[in-house]
């Protein structure tokens, strides 16, 4: 299994960036991409999840509102549209495989990851 993340930079406070996750070497059909993020001195936290089966989501309270995420099957790629970026939105944004589903609309922590990507960095400005 790889997962590839692309399109972080920089943006300015109120910008928008579109974050990419290409999957490739999945054969079940029954997972999750969760999208983690983790700034300078703090620990990697859930923001978003989406089920490749199913299309269900969650998002952590943090980006409810102002993130998207959303999958292309065809494509074997994830998307996390973020909108009104604050600073505090700054951080390395990674994707990974949870086998499954979220249980209990509870995004997971990353114990339970299998598989992540190398991360793209994202740098919002005031």
């Known amino acids: 299994v790889q997962l590839v993340e692309s399109g972080g930079g920089n943006v300015h406070a109120g910008g928008s960036l579109r974050l990419s996750c290409l999957i490739s070497g999945v054969t079940y059909d029954d997972y999750t991409i969760v999208w983690f993020r983790q700034a300078p001195g703090k620990k990697r936290d859930p923001i978003s999840a989406i089920n490749i089966a199913d299309g269900t989501t969650h998002y952590a309270d943090s980006v409810r509102g102002r993130f998207a995420i959303s999958k292309n099957n065809v494509r074997n790629t994830v998307y996390l549209q973020m909108n009104s970026l604050k600073s505090e939105d700054t951080a390395v944004y990674t994707c990974?495989?949870?086998?499954?589903?979220?249980?209990?609309?509870?995004?997971?922590?990353?114990?339970?990851?299998?598989?992540w990507g190398q991360g793209t960095q994202v740098t919002v400005s005031s």
């Open positions: 990974g495989v949870l086998w499954g589903a979220v249980v209990k609309g509870l995004l997971p922590p990353p114990g339970l990851i299998d598989f």
